[in-house]
């Protein structure tokens, strides 16, 4: 790509404010905007500059870079940790230093600016650029994140062999077995324009079952909006939700609609709707109430004819309770709240959906023809899926590599050994009055075994004995407890 020739600036206002120019003028992609923020910090140096998101991960830097440096968390490493671990990626010497500045939002650390070897000035330079860079880093994460759910809710679904992925009838794995009744429920209500609620834990499919409601209403050949409420930063999602108009905060620099314009005469899916801070939840409920909205620095008052379908996996009444989200909302999104099961609740759908992602991995790796065996199925049936079908998904295709597209290697991809039942453990002789080690052996093992070793989450160990999960693995380890013995006793 091409990039326009930033003039030199000195002073750290100023090229703070041209950031801000920068990255309000950018149409391209996130990265696109980052590297041309480097060319401002990098403007007059003989250095280079990279970028991390807050998993550690690059997201910018000298070509070839990503391959040879580790996921770190920048935050936390010392100078010289810093300088031999870019020293052995082989992007400076060891004796080079350099500076890392953290980039951070409101919503909290988004990422780490590196840049060297260190210049007089660089430091204030790269000080002027970590809160455009934050911004720009918040919303890097949040298409990653949209990228990686769209990605991932591919499992449950297909399009018809005669269709193309544009025209294609969205066919659902299941939809005649585990998530019939939910289905005849979106028949019920698909063809109205009232809000509607999707309950369900994460992975199991909350995108597809509103893009199935989308499907089948009289707004089919509208828009589908996404919208992964947990991943805007808490100071854009006015912006983000409603639009801006030019001038209106710092970096302004253009109009832009909002996603309930975009989404005018289409389905708006609020995913993670429980993520919303308190104060865009008032906002949100007038325009489910009037359909009417402002944009930030804006005084017309829009209408947008838009469906909300919202999403959680979080219990909101409890939230409601909590005070971390409001009644009124919560009243007003739960007129026909739609439950999606988990995995373990339609296990009947597991063949079919297990053939599809064997059959999906290998073409993808260039395999044709793996399928799942009846004992494959026992041993996937065996295990409790926390990550519902995405966890499935993932399993599936990490056996089929592993399998070198000969089989599935469930054993390995599962990791939990050969999976074979494992005999009771022989209770030790019991004396009259067992220890406190001996009552709390017995504790733990009789919560994993009624658990069949899950520990975390609704109905796991550590909520049935009430402690913190990481507290309960620290006694596990202990007292040498193998919670893999559980699993299918």
Request: net charge positive; charged share 20%; with cysteine.
């Amino acid at each position: 790509m091409t990039l326009a020739h930033t003039p030199t600036i000195q002073d750290s206002s100023t090229l703070e404010l041209a950031a801000w120019r920068q990255l309000g003028s950018t149409k391209a992609a996130p990265a696109l905007a980052l590297a041309q923020l480097r060319l401002l910090l990098a403007e007059g140096a003989a250095g280079s500059v990279a970028v991390t998101l807050a998993d550690g991960s690059l997201l910018l830097g000298p070509d070839g870079l990503a391959a040879r440096l580790p996921r770190l968390d920048w935050r936390t490493m010392d100078t010289p940790r810093r300088a031999r671990v870019l020293a052995d990626a082989g992007w400076l010497q060891a004796h080079q230093p350099t500076v890392a500045v953290p980039c951070v939002t409101e919503a909290g650390y988004q990422g780490t600016l590196i840049a060297g070897p260190l210049t007089p000035g660089l430091l204030d330079r790269a000080k002027a650029l970590s809160r455009p860079l934050a911004v720009l880093l918040a919303r890097e994460t949040a298409a990653q994140s949209q990228a990686q759910a769209r990605a991932g809710e591919g499992w449950l679904a297909r399009t018809t062999p005669n269709s193309g992925a544009e025209s294609g009838v969205l066919e659902i794995v299941g939809i005649t077995g585990g998530l019939r009744d939910v289905v005849a429920q979106v028949e019920r209500v698909a063809a109205t324009a009232i809000p509607l609620l999707i309950l369900g834990e994460t992975g199991a499919g909350k995108e597809l079952l509103a893009r199935l409601i989308h499907e089948r209403s009289p707004r089919r050949d509208g828009p589908i909006v996404r919208v992964n409420c947990g991943a805007i930063p808490a100071e854009l999602v006015d912006s983000e939700l409603f639009g801006h108009e030019r001038g209106s905060f710092t970096g302004a620099v253009a109009t832009r609609r909002g996603w309930f314009e975009r989404a005018d005469g289409g389905t708006l899916f609020l995913d993670e709707i429980g993520e919303l801070p308190l104060a865009a939840q008032v906002r949100l409920l007038r325009v489910l109430q009037d359909g009417q909205f402002e944009r930030v620095g804006g005084q017309e008052t829009r209408t947008a004819d838009v469906r909300i379908v919202a999403a959680t996996h979080r219990d909101l009444p409890t939230m409601v309770r909590d005070g971390r989200f409001r009644g009124d909302l919560w009243y007003r999104l739960s007129v026909f709240p739609l439950r999606l099961p988990p995995l373990r609740e339609r296990l009947g759908d597991l063949p079919a959906l297990a053939r599809h992602f064997a059959a999906q991995a290998g073409g993808r790796l260039g395999w044709s023809g793996v399928q799942p065996t009846d004992a494959d199925i026992r041993e996937l049936a065996a295990y409790d899926w926390p990550g519902n079908v995405r966890e499935l998904a993932a399993v599936v295709e990490r056996a089929v590599l592993l399998g070198h597209g000969q089989r599935l290697d469930l054993a390995a991809a599962l990791a939990v050994g050969s999976r074979i039942p494992a005999a009771e453990p022989v209770a030790p002789p019991q004396r009259h009055t067992p220890t406190l080690e001996q009552a709390q052996v017995q504790q733990i093992e009789d919560a994993l075994r009624h658990t069949r070793g899950r520990i975390e989450g609704a109905g796991g160990a550590a909520e049935r004995l009430a402690v913190n999960p990481h507290t309960l693995r620290a006694r596990m380890r202990k007292f040498g407890i193998d919670w893999t013995r559980f699993r299918l006793g």
